[in-house]
């Protein structure tokens, strides 16, 4: 770090001109120094590496100073970024750190080899935060360049000095607690509000546990909307995440678990059941992320207020709206679990115009389920083959906080059961068309709690998980969340089986259809199926795409069966018999099977087993 090439030297001058310049006051006598203040800067402005877009000169070290006003923090987003990569955690090649928590003093903040820097940036935009926030006032970053020789470019971004009142919370701080925070719903208060990680936007600090309770009022529920959620980067299950967000449907931590949300989130929705809602933020990761922006709402619990339906801006009571519509409903949990839904005169021809809304809502760890039992609408007949142009039925979906089309349905074959992701769906159906073989449609409708998977015990401590317990059964069948339905999106189900001692679960999957490509990772958008022996580990193997025969033994008494889906693409999942077995029992079974085929086997495990276990004891 010495040095530098003059004409480099140069141009780093002229840019330097237009802000204070300080020379040697940090990290190393030649590094240069470029300072932004508030004070002296409009509220925001450009920022950028020397020579941008050219290669940045080497070797380089210099230090951006962003000073702040004490009620303000730092804002800061690279619109492109190109810092030469040796090695995946930034060392031997070029970096950016980042000293998110240094303070102003008298004087100007000031790093030296000593400072904790709260991260270091190097690679390309995917690879860093979309925004780094101050702690403080102010926020220093470190440009080192080496003597390898490279065309990285550099980056270029813009900074902001942001009031930090922008994040303050309305709850109420418990006495003695770190960051546990009270929002009552009271009638001389706002029915909403904001909350946020610690620290929120600048990144939560490492070893933090913090609750915020929901306590409405009778009559109302809870709604919490996490808008924003950066833990850590990846699709890991998150049994194995050491930074969490737990989302519990009552006052305590003993109550439901809704969901658990980890990695990185956008836009995911949560109605309670009751009054209370309990919400537990646990980092115990190394790299701390940004952490989550959230809001809360105290609903009234009447079918008049969210998603009421509307004419000209003004809510209609049930006797106007059978009037005047026909067909379009909201169907909430609390009416009914299960009913029926059917298209206008079912099964007589739907009246051509119509077109219908019909909105679900479900509350608590619930989701929406809907069964096809009958399917007919007109056909166009020609060579089109898009739904778009026919009269059609479309599942909407919540996804990152927008409402998305999941499938468009049309024409006569029956479509796959559908479960939502969350606890809304919404279905459209324009049958503009109709004719005298229309008959429209017969839907069966679930408000369910178990994913629709039997067979295992449900874990209230997980929103999705299920024990099969050798004790309890020794051998059954398991299946994906909805199967032979498609699979919800933004979904973990964990599957546990515990053995007696000395014996082990063989799976055989009769059927597998995970929608992915092989190594089935957050690259390619991939769902996956992942097996383990341990609860947690990472040490797994996935699986994911259209598989035949798939055969699996664990290697001890316990084994772990992880299911997760992303937001975008559906398949029917998978369904495999399992059977308990002592290693002794198989070698029976292997030799009188020996002359079998190895497919028929499970099939003919059931009888052999029930004649050894007859024989033996
Ligand atoms: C930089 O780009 C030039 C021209 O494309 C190329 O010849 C050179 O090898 C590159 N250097 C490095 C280190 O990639
Ligand atoms: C399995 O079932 C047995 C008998 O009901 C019970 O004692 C045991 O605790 C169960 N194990 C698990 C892990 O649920």
């Known amino acids: 770090m010495n040095n530098m090439q003059p004409s480099a030297a140069l141009i780093l001058l002229i840019q330097l001109s237009l802000h204070t310049v300080d020379e040697g006051s940090a990290i190393n006598p030649s590094c240069s ?65 980042v000293y998110s928590e240094v303070v102003a003093g008298p004087g100007p903040p000031a790093v030296n080899d000593n400072s904790k820097y709260s991260r270091v940036l190097c690679g390309n935009r995917n690879d860093i935060p979309p925004a780094i926030y101050s702690h403080g006032s102010a ?25 930090r009142s922008d994040f303050e919370m309305d709850g109420t701080r418990v006495p003695h607690s770190r960051c546990d925070f009270v929002f009552s719903s009271h009638s001389s208060k706002p029915r909403e509000g904001k909350f ?59 109550a439901p678990v809704i969901a658990i949300l980890c990695n990185e989130v956008v836009g995911y929705e949560i109605l309670s059941t009751g009054h209370d809602v309990l919400v537990e933020f646990i980092a115990r ?65 739907y009246p051509p115009n ?54 468009s349905f049309c024409g006569g074959e029956v479509p796959k059961a559908i479960m939502s992701n969350g606890p809304k769906l919404a279905v459209e159906f324009r049958g503009a068309y109709s004719s005298r073989q229309s008959r429209g449609f017969k839907i ?25 317990n050798s004790s309890v059964r020794a051998r059954g069948v398991v299946v994906s969340p909805n199967h032979p339905g498609l699979y919800p999106r933004d979904t973990e189900c964990n599957y546990f089986f515990h053995a007696k001692k000395g014996q082990k679960v063989h799976l055989h999957f009769t059927h597998f259809d995970v929608e992915g490509v092989h190594p089935c990772e957050s690259v390619s958008a991939s769902d996956y199926v992942e097996f ?36 975008r693409l559906d398949g029917t999942g998978f369904k495999a018999n399992y059977i308990f077995l002592k290693d002794s029992e198989m070698n029976i079974i292997k030799m009188a099977a020996s002359a079998c085929d190895w497919s028929q086997i499970f099939s003919l495990t059931i009888w052999l087993l029930i004649l050894i276990r007859h024989l033996i004891f």
């Open 33 to 97: 120094c470029i300072r932004f203040s508030s004070l002296l800067e409009k509220p925001r402005g450009t920022v950028s590496s020397p020579d941008y877009p050219r290669p940045y000169p080497r070797p380089l070290c210099l230090l951006y100073t962003f000073i702040a006003q004490p009620h303000q923090i730092v804002e800061l987003v690279f619109t492109d970024f190109n810092i030469y990569r040796e090695h995946l955690d930034c060392t031997g090649g070029d970096y950016v750190k």
């Open 444 to 468: 069966s409708y679930y408000f369910v709690e178990d994913y629709g998977i039997t067979g295992g015990k449900q874990l209230m401590e997980f929103p999705c998980a299920f024990v099969y």
């Open 285 to 349: 990761s190394k790299v701390a992320g940004q952490g989550f922006k959230a809001k809360y709402q105290f609903q009234e619990d009447d079918d008049s207020v969210e998603g009421a339906i509307t004419i000209d801006g003004t809510s209609i009571g049930p006797a106007v709206r059978a009037a005047t519509s026909s067909c379009d409903q909201i169907f909430r949990s609390h009416k009914s679990n299960s009913g029926k839904l059917m298209s206008p005169l079912y099964p007589s021809p």
């Open 139 to 163: 926020l220093i970053l470190e440009l080192s360049s080496g003597e390898k020789s490279s065309n990285a470019t550099g980056f270029i971004g813009t900074f902001k000095f942001i009031d």
């Open 196 to 254: 946020y990680s610690p620290n929120y936007p600048s990144s939560y600090p490492e070893h933090s546990r913090c609750y915020y309770h929901f306590n409405a009022r009778k009559h109302e529920r809870v709604k919490l909307v996490f808008e924003e959620s950066f833990l850590q980067k990846g699709d890991e299950s998150c049994l194995n995440r050491a930074d969490t967000i737990k989302v519990f449907d009552g006052k305590v931590a003993s």
């Open 532 to 567: 383990s022996n341990e609860i947690k580990s990472t040490r797994t193997s996935r699986h994911c795409g259209q598989l035949k025969d798939l055969k699996i033994v664990s290697s001890k008494d316990f084994f772990r069966i992880t299911f997760r889906s992303n937001d």
């Open 354 to 407: 119509t077109h219908c809304h019909y909105n679900f809502v479900a509350r608590g760890r619930q989701r929406v389920r809907l069964v096809f039992e009958d399917f007919s609408l007109q056909r166009i007949t020609g060579n089109i083959i898009d739904c778009e142009s026919m009269d059609s039925l479309d599942v909407f979906l919540n996804v990152d906080g927008r409402l998305e089309k999941m499938g």
